[in-house]
C-alpha cells in the first residue's frame, strides 16, 4: 500500500511570492488533516477534511491559506502572499476507521 | 480542550540503558493517546497508541507505554536503548470516540540521544 506522499519535499520562496503544496493521502482515505510545525514549536493541526467537505478548520492561521481537496483524492494548500512566519514544516496525515499516517512533509522556507 | 506536555525536549542515555521519555495530558473527555517517532528527514512514524483498552500499550522496535488516568500521563519506555532509537519523539492526543481519530493535539517533542 501505497503511503501519504507530499510534494515538494523542500521549497525556498520570496516573501510575498506565492506556494502551493500537495498531499495526496492513502487510496480510499475519507479523512486528510493538515499539520505545520514552525521551528522550535510544537506540532498544530490546522485542518481536517472528510471526503471534499472541510470538517475542521480551525487551525487555519489566517485567510493567507487555503485548502482545497478536489473530489475527496489529493488536496492542496496554497499560501498566498507568503510572510517569513509561514515558514515551517508542513504535514499532511489521512486516515480511515484506525489507521492514522503521515506524510514526510513540506519544508517551506519563506525569505 | 486537550494538551500535551513532554517533560524534556532532550533526553540522553547511553546505549543499553532504559528509555524513558514523559508526557503528560489534559482533557475533559476520555482520551486517545499516542506516540509517533521522526527520525530525521522521514515523516513521522506510529509508535503505539491507547484507545481505552489495555493500559499497557506495546509497540514497534520494543517501546511500550502505560496509560495512568490518576496521573494523566502516558509515558514512554524501552528497557535497552539501541542507537538507532535515536529521533524525536512525539506524544499526541485526541478525543476518544467516533469513526476516526480526528486532529490530533502533540507534545513539543522530545529529541533522543543514545550515546555509546
Known amino acids: 500500500e501505497a503511503g501519504v506522499t507530499q510534494f515538494p519535499s523542500h521549497s525556498v520562496i520570496e516573501k510575498g511570492q506565492t506556494v502551493t503544496l500537495r498531499c495526496d493521502p492513502i487510496?480510499?482515505?475519507?479523512?486528510l488533516y493538515w499539520y505545520r510545525r514552525v521551528m522550535g514549536k510544537e506540532i498544530k493541526f490546522l485542518l481536517h477534511f472528510v471526503k471534499e467537505s472541510k470538517q475542521d478548520e480551525s487551525g487555519m492561521p489566517n485567510n493567507r491559506f487555503l485548502a482545497e481537496r478536489t473530489g475527496g483524492t489529493y488536496s492542496t494548500l496554497k499560501v498566498q502572499p507568503a510572510e517569513l512566519e509561514d515558514s515551517g514544516v508542513y504535514f499532511c496525515?489521512?486516515?480511515?476507521?484506525?489507521?492514522?499516517?503521515f506524510g514526510s512533509g513540506t519544508r517551506l522556507t519563506v525569505v | 480542550a486537550q494538551s500535551v506536555t513532554q517533560l524534556g525536549s532532550h533526553v540522553s542515555v547511553s546505549e543499553g540503558a532504559l528509555v524513558l521519555l514523559r508526557c503528560n495530558y489534559s482533557?475533559?473527555?476520555?482520551?486517545?493517546l499516542f506516540w509517533y517517532v521522526q527520525y530525521p528527514n522521514q515523516g513521522l512514524q506510529l509508535l503505539l497508541k491507547y484507545t481505552s483498552a489495555a493500559t499497557l500499550v506495546k509497540g514497534i522496535n520494543g517501546f511500550e507505554a502505560e496509560f495512568k488516568k490518576s496521573e494523566t500521563s502516558f509515558h514512554l519506555t524501552k528497557p535497552s536503548a539501541h542507537m538507532s532509537d535515536a529521533a524525536e519523539y512525539f506524544c499526541?492526543?485526541?478525543?476518544?470516540?467516533?469513526?476516526?481519530?480526528?486532529?490530533?493535539?502533540f507534545g513539543q517533542g522530545t529529541i533522543l540521544t543514545v550515546h555509546p
Open positions: 482533557s475533559s473527555v476520555p482520551p486517545y
Open positions: 499526541a492526543v485526541s478525543r476518544a470516540g467516533g469513526t476516526s481519530y480526528g486532529k490530533l493535539t
Open positions: 496525515a489521512s486516515s480511515q476507521d484506525r489507521g492514522y499516517t
Open positions: 487510496s480510499g482515505h475519507d479523512n
